[in-house]
């Protein structure tokens, strides 16, 4: 492993392991190509399936970003696969059961510093930010999704790393919401269009 990566998930542990200490065994990290990937995709906060498989995007959205990668058209392991929050959010449904939620601004908050640190440590050439959570984080600025997809943007990960994003919808989205395909397809033309000049 990336040498400076495991510093960062090693204090993320810590940082976890003090807030929510019951959550300590369940962080998700990141996965992929570790040094200089081509883009580093940014999501939300994990849901069941990776919670209990310890890897982000898989089940549904992992299909979904499948999808992603053969229109956009990078090889899987060139992409560093991530989310803004390391734990999965959730809180108790009708029927008692623990189902996903949005993550809170107290856990993006928490969880910032060390996605700029792993950002810096994977060293990516392009940031993709899936859905408004991680957006909103990066730009560090009120930025919907609705509005904010399908553009390229400019994310100052630290004084001395500023690096393109470009943003788009969360896979899962589209799968709840297939009216936003559409959408979706074209913003991913637009994405294999700014890849070709990386």
């Not at 939300?44 to 299909?63: N, Q, T």
């Not at 499948?66 to 696969?81: C, H, Q, S």
Request: proline share 6%; glycine share 8%; aromatic share 6%.
């Amino acid at each position: 492993m990336n040498r400076e990566l495991q510093h960062v998930n090693e204090d993320c542990a810590r940082m976890v392991a003090s807030r929510w200490p019951h959550l300590a065994g369940h962080i998700v990290y990141g996965t992929g190509c570790e040094a200089n990937p081509l883009m580093m995709l940014v999501g939300e906060a994990p849901g069941k399936k990776e919670e209990v498989l310890g890897k982000p995007f898989v089940g549904s959205a992992g299909r979904q970003l499948d999808f992603f990668i053969k229109n956009v058209g990078v090889p899987r392991e060139t992409l560093y696969i991530s989310n803004t929050v390391k734990i999965r959010p959730t809180r108790l449904s009708v029927s008692g059961n623990h189902i996903n939620r949005t993550p809170s601004a107290d856990e993006i908050d928490a969880f910032i510093p060390y996605l700029n640190r792993e950002i810096a440590a994977v060293c990516p050439r392009m940031l993709v930010t899936l859905g408004g959570v991680a957006l909103k984080a990066l730009l560090r600025e009120d930025k919907t999704i609705g509005t904010g997809h399908g553009h390229l943007y400019k994310a100052q990960i630290s004084p001395i790393l500023c690096l393109p994003l470009f943003a788009l919808y969360h896979p899962a989205a589209v799968i709840y919401k297939r009216s936003l395909m559409a959408a979706y397809l074209a913003d991913l033309d637009k994405l294999a269009m700014e890849v070709k000049d990386l």
